[in-house]
């Protein structure tokens, strides 16, 4: 019998759909991992050569410190189709404005571009360590930057791997978005974990971590820093949150250690989800406080891997509960298997 499940951080249900179960073979080789990339697309904007065709840079990690030979390693960009437009001058505004019965407001905020390494062929699952710990340094010091301007009150950090998880460029690439508002759905987080607080005097996440480190069943991943787990109420087939050990609400308070440690992390649920699923598309998003909510003792980032192998339909759309048709105990073994 299916079974539904709800995560206790969310109080959204899933239903578990043990009877239409698939294997990994069943989302593989369907043809994205048979043409592998070339390591330089001339026509590509973030190739190394063609820097003439992004805007100025706001931030370079350089391959080595002070070698002066222009060579970068990561290099963060202003998104030239920006969502929201950075606001300048003096007419710029955070003041909403009825419309009858509606609500508006100027659509200001900030959108940046993180190229995660000069090579075109690369995705975090065939990086090293090494490179994958710089993209998460990058991560950390732009999230501080954009943190530091009053006009946004919560900042995204996510990566759209593949045509089907909404990227149209190749190259590899994260992306950063800072907002005016805090959204839906972080609000609906922050007000969950507020209840569990209240009612526990605990945070959820931390209860999640102990309790999946007891049970173990749904571990994929395990380091000094962090905890790779499929949530018991997956949204969606191999779902993976990367829990810190360490509770802080706020991402921008990860320290040197624990940036290593998580590329470490990634780098190697990733791989092993590429050699698992022949390669998926995915989103990762990194889930974090909005400024004023840093240092909440009930809310603790984590960065959420979705992988994209089936399709959201009308009952998900309807009910906003999701068909997930890969139990997530097997999920993490498999996982566990692929990530070693
Ligand atoms: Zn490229
Ligand atoms: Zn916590």
Redesign the pocket.
Known sequence: MPKLRQDPATRKWSIIATERTKRPDDFAGDGKDVAPLEAYDESCPFCPGNEHMTPEPMFTLPVEEGDGSGAWAVRVVPNKFAALSKPTGDNVSTARSRRGLYLEMDGIGEHEVVIEVPDHSKTIATMTEEEVSRVVATYKARFLELDRSEWNQQIIIFRNQGEGAGTSLAHPHSQIIGTPIVSEEIRNRLEVAQRYYDDCG??????M?QAEIEEKVRIVASNAGFVAFTPFASTVPYNTWI?PR????SFGVITDDETDLLGAMLRSVLNGMYTLLGNPDYNYVVRSAPHHSAGE????WYLEILPRLTTRAGFEIGSGMNINVVVPEDAASQLREAAK
């Open positions: 605990t945070c959820v996440y931390c209860d971590l829990v360490r509770h802080a609400s003792p009930h809310f603790h």
